[in-house]
């Protein structure tokens, strides 16, 4: 591991910031953007629809860039031999908020999909209901410690 990071050391932090930035900046912009946006719909079917298909595509970047996200993480903590280093602590702590940000993630996705079963049936105020957290509380969440992951791997690199 530590001759591949050696070797590749710039793509893979390439990879692990573009990751992130596929993550993070996709809920600032779904949040900020879509979800402001959503707003100006006034049929419940279609607006709901839309929800449930902005976020399908949105989980179609994220899934890849979490996995991502590991595998660079991994990589750059052996090859940085940081479990060595005084800033391992700091690493872990960045892991740390990135393991959380993906439980949510998967909460996120369970209820997205819940609702898109409701929304099938024709269940509308129950799809509602699911998808009510993600906006209210839990896109932000992940969006304000994906914020602070950012903040902390750039700590890290000493930029």
């Known amino acids: 591991m530590t001759e591949l990071f050696t070797n590749y050391s710039s793509i893979i932090v390439f990879l692990h910031v573009i990751a992130a930035v596929i993550w993070v900046g996709g809920m600032i912009a779904i949040r900020f953007a879509v979800h402001y946006s959503m707003l100006d719909i006034t049929d419940p079917k279609i607006k709901l629809g839309r929800t449930l298909e902005t976020l399908r595509r949105f989980f179609n970047m994220v ?45 996120i996705y369970i209820k997205r999909n819940k609702a898109a079963i409701a929304f099938e049936n024709g269940q509308f105020p129950i799809a509602k209901e699911h998808l009510a957290p993600l906006a209210s509380y839990l896109i932000p969440l992940n969006t ?15 930029l």
């Open 144 to 158: 304000v410690l994906g914020i602070i992951a950012i903040f902390l791997g750039v700590t890290l690199r000493g």
């Open 63 to 107: 899934i890849p860039s979490i996995i991502l996200l590991l595998i660079t993480a991994i990589i750059m903590i052996i090859g940085l031999n940081l479990k060595e280093s005084p800033d391992y602590s700091l690493a872990i702590v960045k892991e740390v908020i990135w393991t959380i940000m993906t439980v949510v993630f998967i909460y």
